[in-house]
């Protein structure tokens, strides 16, 4: 499907960074952030609550649903730890951002995360279960997969250099 700007999504564990690399990626390629997590909690997109960590379970279908009509627009830029139910029809690039164990773990405890999540979160970067979902869910596409650190604010320049080139370079069709 032929779209006038790409579709991104930006992915990876809690904590990575990917809302402050999408805040700025937004801005400068001029895209439409769309942060998943809040549309989930805004309008209710979800039908569980997991009561060990306290927060919502995301319905797929629900979340799919509110994004496809946005996505067929392209330039959106999609913010979310999770990217199995995506289709790759929708999506130009997938952007897996990286943290190191103790950066991650002190952003967490900064966001006064309860210790069980914070641990749930820092095991999950440790075995890349983000990266592994995206690889899996675009595997039999020629999708690409940029993995990428962003542990500091030099890393974020690198990051969004690399993103912007992209947006710069996309073909429509
Ligand atoms: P996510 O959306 O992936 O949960 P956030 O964008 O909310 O992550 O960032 C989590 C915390 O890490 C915030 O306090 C943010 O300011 C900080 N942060 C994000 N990116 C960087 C970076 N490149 N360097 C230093 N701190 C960062
Ligand atoms: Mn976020
Ligand atoms: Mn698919």
């Known amino acids: 499907m032929s779209r006038p700007k790409p579709n991104i999504l930006v992915t990876g564990t809690p904590g990575v960074g990917k809302t402050t690399f999408c805040e700025a990626l937004a801005g400068s390629a001029q895209l439409e952030h769309l942060e998943v997590s809040k549309m989930v909690r805004e309008r209710r997109l979800y039908k569980e609550w997991d009561d060990e960590l306290d927060c919502s379970i ?26 199995a139910f995506l289709d790759e029809g929708l999506l130009d690039l997938v952007v897996v951002l990286r943290a190191e164990t103790s950066t991650l773990y002190d952003r967490l405890e ?17 075995f890349q279960t983000c990266l592994d979902e995206a690889r899996e869910a675009f595997e039999e596409t020629d999708m690409t997969i940029l993995e990428l ?16 080139e992209f947006v710069r370079s996309y073909q429509p069709g």
């Open 110 to 126: 900064r966001r006064h995360y309860p210790e069980s999540k914070v641990k749930q979160n820092v095991e999950a970067e440790i």
């Open 58 to 83: 995301f319905d797929e279908e629900m979340v799919y649903d509110a994004l496809e009509p946005l996505l067929e627009a392209g330039g959106c830029l999609v913010d979310f730890h999770s990217s």
């Open 149 to 164: 650190p962003n542990d500091n604010e030099e890393h974020m320049q690198e990051a969004l250099e690399r993103v912007q």
